[in-house]
């Protein structure tokens, strides 16, 4: 038996899975940008940037 899709779910799961992916680079990144020896701007400036999103994600999941 054949399970189809529907053409708009089939959509929004592709974007939320380059989403994902995109993200997933973007963490790559980081950690490779938050290592002894970096900065200590570039990672007080990352940490306040995630710390702030924590932050704002914790909120969204509060209020639900």
Do not use: C, W
């Not at 899709?5 to 973007?26: C, G, M, R, W």
């Not at 002894?36 to 639900?64: M, P, S, W, Y």
């Amino acid at each position: 038996m054949k399970k189809y899709v529907p053409f708009t779910v089939s959509l929004e799961e592709n974007y939320d899975f380059k989403l994902i992916e995109d993200i997933n680079a973007k963490i790559k990144t980081l950690n490779h940008a938050s290592k002894f020896g970096t900065d200590t701007l570039k990672l007080q400036l990352i940490h306040k940037n995630i710390t702030n999103l924590l932050e704002v994600l914790n909120l969204i999941e509060a209020d639900r």
